[in-house]
Structures are given as C-alpha cells and as structure tokens.
T-cell receptor, first 112, second 109 residues
Framework: NAGVTQTPKFRVLKTGQSMTLLCAQDMNHEYMYWYRQDPGMGLRLIHYSVGEGTTAKGEVPDGYNVSRLKKQNFLLGLESAAPSQTSVYFCASTLQEGPEAFFGQGTRLTVV | ELKVEQNPLFLSMQEGKNYTIYCNYS?????LYWYRQDPGKSLESLFVLLSNGAVKQEGRLMASLDTKARLSTLHITAAVHDLSATYFC?????????FGKGTRLHILP
C-alpha cells in the first residue's frame, strides 16, 4: 500500500519556467490538498479538492493552478515560477469523514 | 476566516520535565489534528480529536479538546530526547484543513 506519493521529490527551476507536481493516492480518498511549508510559517494551504473534477482555493493560491481529472491524482502547476515559490510542497489526502489526513513525502522545489 | 495559533513556537526543555503546547482556533471546527514532523521528513499523525472533552493518550503524549474555548492542548509527560520534533495542530472546517505555525520542541539530555 503506497499511500500518498509525490513526484518529483526534488526539482530546481529557473525563474519563468513551468512545471507540474503530481500527487497520487491509492486509498480511494475523496479529499486532496496541496500545502507549502516555509520556515516559521507552518503549512499553508494552496488549493484543495473535495472530489474528482472539483478544485477550490486555499490560503495562498496565487501563482498556482491545480487539476483533479482522476480521483486518485491531484496536480499542482506553476505556470511561471518565481523565487518566492521556493519551498517544500506537501500533498495530503483524506476521506470525507476523516479521521485523519495522510501526507506525501514532500517535494523540495528551488527556483533560481 | 479560520485562524489557528500555537504557542509557544519554540520550546527547549529538560528531559524528565512536563510541559504543554497550546492550540487556539478562531471558529468552530469539525475535527482537530495533532501532527509530528522530524527535520526533513513528512508529517506523522498523532491524534484526531472529534468532540468536546475528547482526550487521547499515546505514551508520553496526551491531547485534549475544549470546543467551547476553541482550545486544544498537547501535554508532554516526563519528556525524553526522542520527542524532540516540531508539533503541529490543524483544524478541519468547511472542507479545509488549516495548520498552526508549529511548535519546535527541543529536549535537552
């Protein structure tokens, strides 16, 4: 049972480049989330999804887009990367009724 | 807008001592989580608290929830070095899970 898998684990981008982070879960969870973690800031919610074909904005959505075409996958896109998007990105998933959210191993992204 | 505040943000304590981390939140919640994170690692679920008065214990850690006060506590009993980590509380409301900034716990031998 793989749980929540994030791809890639590390990436370096140049300013202005684009990329997509993939989150895949094999637990048949309805809810999926993307967070970014910066020192001293905790985890901040970027976007989330409550089911296939749905997405919604979180606390810090600007500069990111998401898609949930399949229930098991939640994609996070950066169209034009900026140094301010250097961060560790975590994906999480949960059932609608909980009880807990499971996290992926994280993606460390550096934008130079 | 849901706000989650933890305090303290940093705690250095001696082995064998007791201490409490506090988590306040601004609106009613569906459930409250406590997570642990080791440096460079992902988040590990510790507790999920669902109702007022809920108390859960695992080893030297005990979490409680007071929904009327919008307060959860994570109590550490007789701390040991292995508990050194960052602890996060998070609140689930309206389909969103919002995190506090975390408490970095450093336990000195």
């Amino acid at each position: 049972n793989a749980g929540v898998t994030q791809t890639p684990k590390f990436r370096v981008l140049k300013t202005g480049q684009s990329m997509t982070l993939l989150c895949a879960q094999d637990m048949n969870h309805e809810y999926m989330y993307w967070y970014r973690q910066d020192p001293g800031m905790g985890l901040r919610l970027i976007h989330y999804s409550v089911g296939e074909g749905t997405t919604a904005k979180g606390e810090v959505p600007d500069g990111y887009n998401v898609s949930r075409l399949k229930k098991q996958n939640f994609l996070l896109g950066l169209e034009s990367a900026a140094p301010s998007q250097t961060s560790v990105y975590f994906c999480a998933s949960t059932l609608q009724e909980g009880p807990e959210a499971f996290f992926g191993q994280g993606t460390r992204l550096t934008v130079v | 807008e849901l706000k989650v505040e933890q305090n303290p943000l940093f705690l250095s304590m001696q082995e064998g001592k007791n201490y409490t981390i506090y988590c306040n939140y601004s609106t009613t919640s569906d459930r409250l989580y406590w997570y642990r994170q080791d440096p460079g690692k992902s988040l590990e679920s510790l507790f999920v608290l669902l109702s007022n008065g809920a108390v859960k214990q695992e080893g030297r850690l005990m979490a409680s929830l007071d929904t009327k006060a919008r307060l959860s506590t994570l109590h550490i009993t007789a701390a040991v070095h292995d508990l050194s980590a960052t602890y996060f509380c998070a609140v689930d409301r309206d389909d969103k899970i919002i995190f506090g900034k975390g408490t970095r716990l450093h336990i000195l031998p």
